[in-house]
C-alpha cells in the first residue's frame, strides 16, 4: 500500500518537473539498504550522471555510522562529479519520498558539493 501511494506522490510531483542539459533533475531512489541519485535530461531521456551506494569505492571505504551518513557522502560524490562536468543548477526530484532522514542527506550533501536548487 505504501508503495502505491509513493507512486501516486511521484506521478503527481513529475507532472511539474522537467530536466534539461542546462538544468537537469537530480532524481533519488531509496531502496531499505542503498541509496541511489541520477541526473537526468528529460528532453533527451538520458542519464547524464549516477552515484550509488553500491559503487566500489564507497564500499571500499569503512563502514558509515548510519545510512544517513552513507546518504550525504553518495550526495557529495554526485556534487562533486556534476561540478566537474560544468552543472551547477539541478532540480531536485524527492520521486515521492518525504524530504526527510536520506533523502535530505543527499540534497545537503549536493548543496555542499556546489550544486544549486
Request: hydrophobic residues 35%; proline residues 3%.
Amino acid at each position: 500500500m505504501d508503495q502505491i501511494l509513493r507512486i501516486k506522490r511521484k506521478k503527481r510531483i513529475r507532472k511539474n518537473l522537467s530536466g534539461t542539459l542546462d538544468q537537469p533533475r537530480l532524481s533519488v531512489y531509496r531502496s531499505s539498504k542503498h541509496i541511489y541519485a541520477q541526473l537526468i535530461d528529460d528532453i533527451e531521456r538520458r542519464t547524464i550522471l549516477s552515484a550509488s551506494s553500491t559503487e566500489k569505492d564507497i564500499k571500499a571505504l569503512p563502514p558509515f555510522e548510519s545510512k544517513t551518513k552513507l546518504a550525504k557522502h553518495v550526495g557529495e560524490i554526485i556534487g562533486k562529479r556534476a561540478v566537474e562536468k560544468g552543472i551547477k543548477r539541478v532540480i531536485f526530484d524527492r520521486n515521492g519520498y518525504m524530504y526527510h532522514g536520506r533523502v535530505k542527506a543527499i540534497a545537503d550533501g549536493a548543496r555542499e558539493s556546489g550544486l544549486v536548487f
